[in-house]
């Protein structure tokens, strides 16, 4: 398999929930949450704008991350790594 990016992203939906989340191609997976074929959370709760993004270099690192944003951080320190270094796509 190729390298290339990975990006673990915090969407803020609608109704102000985070939805975490981690992809090869950001803006793609942004379109496919907004249009309703995205996670099964997310459908009912667009549109969703990305308020964090990171970059890592291979799958393995985005998903662990992902893990560990999910199920690690409450929302308040989500609210504070968003605001540490929000996205500005």
Known sequence: ???GK????ILEC?????YT????DLIKRLK???SGKGAKYTRCRIPCRV?????????SSAMKREYYI???????????????N????
């Open 14 to 18: 609608c109704d102000g929930t985070l």
């Open 21 to 24: 989340g981690y992809t090869n």
């Open 51 to 59: 308020v964090y993004s990171e970059v890592f270099s291979d799958k």
């Open 70 to 84: 999910k199920h690690n951080l409450t929302r308040k320190d989500k609210e504070i790594l968003i605001r540490s």
């Open 86 to 89: 929000p996205y500005n796509g």
């Open 32 to 34: 496919t949450h907004n």
């Open 1 to 3: 398999m190729g390298r």
């Open 6 to 9: 990975y990006f673990v992203y």
